[in-house]
Protein backbone atom coordinates (compact mmCIF):
# COMPACT_ATOMS: atom_id res chain seq x y z
CA UNK A 1 0.00 0.00 0.00
CA UNK A 2 1.23 3.35 -0.93
CA UNK A 3 0.14 7.15 -0.69
CA UNK A 4 1.09 9.59 -3.05
CA UNK A 5 1.00 13.23 -2.10
CA UNK A 6 0.82 16.41 -4.62
CA UNK A 7 -0.34 19.64 -5.14
CA UNK A 8 2.08 21.82 -3.29
CA UNK A 9 3.27 25.25 -4.49
CA UNK A 10 4.34 28.22 -3.71
CA UNK A 11 1.36 30.61 -3.24
CA UNK A 12 0.97 34.26 -1.62
CA UNK A 13 -0.78 35.03 1.67
CA UNK A 14 -4.65 34.88 1.89
CA UNK A 15 -4.46 32.58 -1.26
CA UNK A 16 -5.77 28.72 -2.21
CA UNK A 17 -3.90 25.29 -2.66
CA UNK A 18 -5.61 21.77 -2.99
CA UNK A 19 -3.60 18.85 -1.73
CA UNK A 20 -4.09 15.38 -3.07
CA UNK A 21 -3.30 11.98 -1.21
CA UNK A 22 -3.75 9.10 -3.60
CA UNK A 23 -3.94 5.39 -2.21
CA UNK A 24 -2.88 2.40 -4.37
CA UNK A 25 -2.48 -1.21 -3.22
CA UNK A 26 -4.94 -3.02 -0.89
CA UNK A 27 -6.04 -0.10 1.43
CA UNK A 28 -8.94 -1.78 3.16
CA UNK A 29 -7.11 -1.38 6.11
CA UNK A 30 -6.70 1.69 5.97
CA UNK A 31 -10.05 3.80 7.00
CA UNK A 32 -8.81 6.59 8.46
CA UNK A 33 -6.53 9.17 6.55
CA UNK A 34 -4.87 12.39 7.59
CA UNK A 35 -2.84 15.06 7.10
CA UNK A 36 0.14 16.33 9.04
CA UNK A 37 2.54 19.18 8.29
CA UNK A 38 5.94 19.91 9.62
CA UNK A 39 7.43 23.58 9.15
CA UNK A 40 11.41 24.05 9.34
CA UNK A 41 12.57 23.64 13.33
CA UNK A 42 8.51 22.52 14.49
CA UNK A 43 7.01 19.38 15.66
CA UNK A 44 5.13 17.37 13.18
CA UNK A 45 1.47 19.45 13.45
CA UNK A 46 -2.16 17.41 12.95
CA UNK A 47 -3.98 19.37 10.24
CA UNK A 48 -7.05 17.23 9.45
CA UNK A 49 -8.27 13.80 9.22
CA UNK A 50 -11.13 11.90 7.43
CA UNK A 51 -13.18 8.95 8.14
CA UNK A 52 -13.68 6.08 5.52
CA UNK A 53 -17.04 7.08 4.93
CA UNK A 54 -16.20 11.38 5.11
CA UNK A 55 -18.76 11.65 7.71
CA UNK A 56 -16.15 12.38 10.40
CA UNK A 57 -13.63 15.09 10.33
CA UNK A 58 -10.90 16.37 12.72
CA UNK A 59 -9.00 19.83 11.59
CA UNK A 60 -6.34 21.20 14.50
CA UNK A 61 -7.16 24.29 15.63
CA UNK A 62 -4.78 26.61 13.84
CA UNK A 63 -6.51 25.48 10.43
CA UNK A 64 -10.51 25.03 11.32
CA UNK A 65 -12.45 27.21 9.63
CA UNK A 66 -10.10 27.47 6.41
CA UNK A 67 -9.13 24.52 5.31
CA UNK A 68 -11.48 21.54 4.31
CA UNK A 69 -10.41 17.72 4.08
CA UNK A 70 -12.67 15.93 1.88
CA UNK A 71 -12.22 11.94 -0.25
CA UNK A 72 -13.57 10.33 -2.99
CA UNK A 73 -13.18 6.60 -2.06
CA UNK A 74 -14.20 5.56 -6.30
CA UNK A 75 -10.97 7.62 -7.21
CA UNK A 76 -8.65 6.98 -4.21
CA UNK A 77 -8.26 10.06 -3.23
CA UNK A 78 -8.08 12.44 0.14
CA UNK A 79 -7.99 15.97 -0.54
CA UNK A 80 -7.22 19.23 1.19
CA UNK A 81 -8.67 22.35 0.74
CA UNK A 82 -6.66 25.13 1.98
CA UNK A 83 -7.91 28.62 1.85
CA UNK A 84 -6.95 31.73 2.98
CA UNK A 85 -3.16 30.64 3.73
CA UNK A 86 -0.41 31.97 5.96
CA UNK A 87 2.97 32.48 6.12
CA UNK A 88 3.04 29.97 9.66
CA UNK A 89 0.92 27.58 6.93
CA UNK A 90 4.21 26.96 5.15
CA UNK A 91 5.74 23.10 5.73
CA UNK A 92 5.90 19.45 3.99
CA UNK A 93 2.61 18.45 3.90
CA UNK A 94 2.11 14.92 4.53
CA UNK A 95 -0.47 11.97 4.30
CA UNK A 96 -1.05 8.98 6.52
CA UNK A 97 -3.18 6.21 7.20
CA UNK A 98 -4.68 3.92 9.79
CA UNK A 99 -7.43 1.87 11.09
CA UNK A 100 -10.45 3.04 13.18
CA UNK A 101 -10.49 6.32 14.35
CA UNK A 102 -9.26 9.59 13.53
CA UNK A 103 -5.97 10.37 15.78
CA UNK A 104 -4.12 14.05 16.04
CA UNK A 105 -1.12 11.72 17.24
CA UNK A 106 1.44 11.03 14.37
CA UNK A 107 2.70 8.09 16.11
CA UNK A 108 -0.58 6.07 15.71
CA UNK A 109 -1.02 6.30 11.80
CA UNK A 110 1.51 3.16 10.57
CA UNK A 111 1.43 4.61 6.18
CA UNK A 112 3.12 7.63 5.38
CA UNK A 113 3.27 9.31 1.75
CA UNK A 114 6.44 11.53 1.17
CA UNK A 115 5.11 14.53 1.56
CA UNK A 116 4.29 17.94 -0.77
CA UNK A 117 6.14 21.01 0.06
CA UNK A 118 3.62 24.37 0.33
CA UNK A 119 5.64 27.57 1.19
CA UNK A 120 3.48 30.52 1.64
CA UNK A 121 4.70 34.24 1.06
CA UNK A 122 4.01 37.44 2.63
Known amino acids: VQLQASGGGLVQTGGSLRLACVMSGRTVKYAVVAWFRRAPEKEREFVAG????????NYGDSVKGRFTISRDNVKRTIYLQMSSLKPEDTGVYYCAARDLRISSSAYEYDLWGQGTLVTVSS
Open 50 to 57: ISWSGGLS
